[in-house]
């Protein structure tokens, strides 16, 4: 795991996790925190694509919640795993901690939906793997603004970093002298 000293997210040792943003769970979120979890997870999407960090994409049981939203599928290239779950955790998808393992990524950076469910779960359950968990709360949303609240106090008193998309996408870059500053800092809003 990541030493407290030096928590930064490290492009190099980092994996994106993207859960369950799914148009049926979206309908049912604060209109105005949907938009932005969309938007927020598009960046630090685009942003990986750039720096070829690995994107793992879980859709909670698909046959009933609809497949990724549209906006995130646009973001995302052909090369991001995908799974499919019925499982709360991202742990449960049949594949999932063999690909993540494969990548040989110890930082994982979580967006998505539910913050109280999923996406805490499996916080929970990868740090209790050894990888340093970091959940982009700006990223993130529940249908209760309380529920997402106390997950992330919940996360960040269990030693979870809550961070947001700016950080993480400075923290993959770490100095406006990287080649690719001018592209990525258009991605903030």
């Known amino acids: 795991m990541t030493s407290p000293t030096n928590n930064l997210c490290s492009a190099s040792d980092c994996a994106l996790i993207v859960i369950d943003i799914q148009p049926t769970l979206t309908a049912a979120m604060v209109e105005n925190e949907a938009e932005q979890m969309i938007n927020n997870s598009c960046a630090l999407i685009q942003a990986a694509h750039t720096l070829n960090i690995p994107i793992f994409v879980t859709e909670q049981y698909p046959q ?13 290239s052909d090369s991001v795993h995908r799974f499919s779950k019925t499982g709360f955790s991202c742990c449960a998808a049949e594949g999932f901690n063999s690909a993540l393992s494969q990548s040989g990524k110890k930082q994982l950076v979580l967006v998505g939906q539910e913050a109280h469910v999923c996406v805490l779960q499996t ?39 809550i961070t947001n998309y700016e950080s993480v996408i400075f923290e993959w870059i770490r100095d406006a002298s990287h080649p690719d500053f001018k592209t990525l800092s258009k991605l903030i809003q």
Do not use: P, W
């Open 123 to 161: 916080a929970l359950e990868l740090q209790s793997e050894n990888y340093s968990v970091y959940v982009a709360e700006d990223s993130t949303c529940s249908r209760k603004q309380e529920h997402r609240f106390f997950a992330l106090e919940r996360m960040r008193q269990a030693g979870i970093t």
């Open 64 to 76: 009933g919640l609809g497949e990724t939203d549209s906006s995130i599928i646009e973001a995302l």
